[in-house]
């Protein structure tokens, strides 16, 4: 597969390697091609920060603007419209750290672009196919 990133591991005879390299030490993490470059990780951070973040603080904005609003008793919340309201964006902010990290470019040299629905969609190609492999890798032995 020539379009493997950097720090994707390659998967085959993965778990023999394991089994061999039990016994030795295990590298220097400096030296192993596993590690996820400083840029990408960076990336990924800002993503996760701006797709988690704005929801999740849209979320507990909703408890204090809603304590206003009964407060000054401009109309009547129902308690549950509260939480319903509070728990989606919570819930969104949950999916938005999913989505940062699979919306970010895994490549080095390549930013994406400014919402990466095209990164997410070759980042989770990605995901399913190393799901799979896992899959018929566990169930054949």
């Avoid at 988690?52 to 407060?71: K, Q």
């Avoid at 989606?88 to 470019?105: D, R």
């Avoid at 190609?125 to 018929?136: D, F, M, S, T």
């Amino acid at each position: 597969m020539s379009d493997r990133l950097p720090f994707e591991p390659s998967g085959k005879g993965k778990k023999k390697k394991l089994e061999k390299q039990s016994d030795r030490p295990a590298p220097p993490a400096s030296k192993t091609n596993l590690q996820i470059p400083p840029e990408v990780n960076s990336r990924i951070v800002r993503r996760m920060a701006l797709f988690c973040g704005i929801p999740t603080l849209c979320g507990f904005a909703t408890f204090v603007v809603s304590y206003v609003i009964v407060i000054n008793k401009w109309f009547e919340l129902p308690n549950t419209a509260v939480v319903l309201v509070s728990m989606a964006f919570l819930g969104t902010g949950v999916l938005g750290l999913t989505y940062g990290a699979l919306s970010a470019s895994w490549e080095e040299d390549r930013v994406g672009s400014w919402f990466g629905w095209q990164e997410f969609q070759q980042n989770f190609g990605n995901l399913r196919e190393a799901w799979k492999a896992q899959r018929q890798g566990t169930g054949s032995s």
